[in-house]
């Protein structure tokens, strides 16, 4: 059973028409993670949430913006999408402190940008 | 430095032969190194890993060999099968004291195990 959901998998916008991800876990993770990945390139970490602590990476673009109204629930939006935004977008999820370091990964929501 | 440089882009193998994927990293302060094999169309999955306090970690048919004075880790994959054509990534990560896993990935071996 799949236990880090995204939806939708596949996501078709236009150019600058606000696009929302979504994520949901059944795991009970108390960390939930989105990572950006581009065509033959390595995740790349956006923003996590531990609990209701939001994280953001330095160099994530304000474009970027993250929800997380409850444990279950993440979702990313992408507010004014650019064609650089392409890219397979990546939810995971980990326990917290003190225990081992995995992350569950999702299969990915592929957004294309026109 | 965060980077992770990870070696060789894409790699052909031979059925029953070893597969080889060597990682190197700059920043001391990670402390965790797991490899995570990912197929088309999914999304990674933890294949093994590894923390510095130790030299290699073997699981079945994978190795990870660490080298903490070089900064280099590798993976091994022992008689590579076809099943196993994916990419694989390694990752070091960073603690931030807060409990949460900041992984910086390398970017990506697409290996091939040809019959």
């Known amino acids: 059973d799949a236990m880090v959901i995204q939806n939708p998998r596949y996501q078709v916008t236009q150019f600058g028409k606000p696009v929302t991800l979504s994520c949901s876990q059944t795991?009970?993770?108390?960390?939930m993670y989105w990572y950006q990945q581009k065509s033959s390139q390595a995740p790349k970490l956006l923003f996590h949430?531990?609990?209701?602590?939001?994280?953001n990476e330095a160099d994530t673009p304000d474009n970027f913006q993250s929800r997380r109204p409850n444990t279950s629930f993440c979702f990313l939006d992408i507010r004014s999408p650019g064609l650089g935004d392409a890219a397979m977008y990546l939810c995971a999820t980990s326990r917290g402190q003190g225990v081992t370091g995995e992350l569950f990964f999702g299969e990915g929501s592929r957004l294309t940008v026109l | 430095q965060q980077q992770v440089k990870q070696s060789p882009q894409s790699l052909i193998v031979q059925k029953g032969g070893i597969s080889i994927i060597n990682c190197a990293y700059e920043?001391?302060?990670?402390?965790?190194f797991p490899w995570y094999q990912q197929f088309p169309g999914k999304g990674p999955a933890l294949l093994i890993a590894?923390?510095?306090?130790?030299s290699e970690k073997k699981e079945g048919r994978f190795t990870i060999s660490f080298n903490k004075s070089a900064k280099q880790f590798s993976l091994h994959i022992m008689d590579s099968q076809p099943g196993d054509s994916a990419t694989y990534f390694c990752?070091?990560?960073?603690?931030?004291?807060?409990?949460?896993?900041?992984?910086?990935f390398g970017k990506g071996t697409k290996l091939s195990v040809i019959p």
């Open positions: 949430y531990y609990d209701k602590d939001f994280n």
């Open positions: 990752a070091a990560n960073r603690d931030s004291g807060a409990g949460s896993y900041q992984l910086t």
């Open positions: 920043n001391t302060a990670f402390d965790y």
């Open positions: 795991l009970n993770h108390n960390v």
């Open positions: 590894i923390r510095p306090d130790v």
